[in-house]
């Protein structure tokens, strides 16, 4: 099943605020939030919390990245609870210290407010984006034990970003992946996210699927569960080789040119898709990347083929 709504899914585990830009909220007897999505909804995402968790506090919030629509909310969130430990991985906690992070983190979700207001949200939050402080780091493997035999265990995936982190509760067969096993754009299309390695990205895939998830969270647009959570997994990859294929063609028809490359990707992939879809300033910054991360790749691959013979 794909769920594009807000509200309970299964197992305890509810999406809050915005099905396109959610924070997964996870119940039980210490309750945790997974991301913090943008700042423009925090008031949303946190009375979406509140309506299920009354008074009281999630024990965490675990971050998958530090990028600017899943860390948005997060200064927010801590002040509303402040007991409540963030968790990131080692590098996330050292991005989300960086004033030009912050910097640009604060531009990208100012500039997310009228998307917000297009799609008819409320309440909207005017204030900034909050720097917050990471409480925990998490590791790969790291877990986290919450009563009644839910834990959660840490995946360090740094395929979609160095910092990244996937979150598995195997007592619930509940995967939080986020970008790792990509978004479905709602079209049935999966935009690949290696922004810093593709062939890392596809191993992350092929972990992850081995987990046979029941309940998949990737990080924007819906929920997948069952038969279709698989599937999800396996078109996933299958959009990935594609999408690699496509740009190098686009990268060989203009000589390496990364910009040039990354507008016909753009005319492609994000063009002709319907609203909502990602702001276009911060699709650019990830598709230039994801053009750079190929190129680097073809480069190191012509490099290192075999029977090359190498300048002495």
């Known amino acids: ?11 305890g585990l509810y999406v809050t605020g915005s099905a396109g830009v959610p924070v997964y909220l996870l119940d039980g007897p210490s309750p945790v939030l997974f991301d913090a999505g943008m700042t423009v909804l925090a008031q949303c995402y946190v009375n979406d919390i509140r309506a299920v ?23 927010f969130f801590k002040n509303v609870w402040p007991d409540m430990q963030v968790v990131a991985s080692a590098p996330g906690r050292d991005i989300l210290s960086r004033p030009g992070a912050i910097a ?12 917000a207001k297009d799609e008819g949200l409320t309440p ?5 984006f909050e720097s917050v402080a990471i409480d925990d780091v998490a590791d790969q493997g790291s ?20 910092d990244f982190m996937c979150y598995w509760i195997a007592s619930k067969k509940i995967l939080i992946a986020s970008e790792a096993v990509g978004c479905d754009d709602g079209t049935g299309y999966i935009q690949p996210e ?24 990737p990080g924007h647009k819906m929920v997948v569960t069952g038969d279709d959570a698989r599937d999800h997994m396996r078109r996933s990859a299958d959009y990935a080789h594609r999408f690699l294929a496509m740009v190098e063609t686009f990268l060989t028809e203009a000589d390496g040119d990364i910009d040039a490359a990354t507008a016909k990707v753009k005319a492609s992939e994000w063009d002709p898709r319907p609203w909502p879809k990602q702001p276009e300033h911060a699709y650019l910054l990830n598709t230039r990347q994801r053009v750079l991360k190929t190129w680097n790749r073809m480069q190191f691959l012509q490099e290192n083929a075999p029977g090359r013979t190498r300048a002495m």
């Not at 099943?1 to 197992?11: D, L, S, V, Y």
């Not at 922004?195 to 992350?204: E, G, I, K, R």
């Open 194 to 217: 290696f922004l810093v390695d593709y062939d890392c990205y596809m191993a992350n895939l092929t972990q992850l699927a081995r987990l046979d998830a029941d309940i998949l969270c």
């Open 143 to 162: 877990c986290f034990e919450l009563g009644a035999g839910t834990v959660i265990q840490a995946l360090h995936c740094p395929g979609h970003t160095r």
């Open 53 to 75: 968790l009354g008074t009281r506090s999630p024990a965490y919030l675990f971050l998958t990245h530090a990028h600017f629509d899943h860390v948005g909310a997060a200064g």
């Open 124 to 128: 909207l939050n005017d204030a900034p």
């Open 1 to 11: 099943m794909q769920i594009q709504t807000t509200g309970h899914i299964a197992n």
């Open 104 to 115: 640009l983190i604060r531009t990208l979700n100012a500039e997310s407010v009228q998307m």
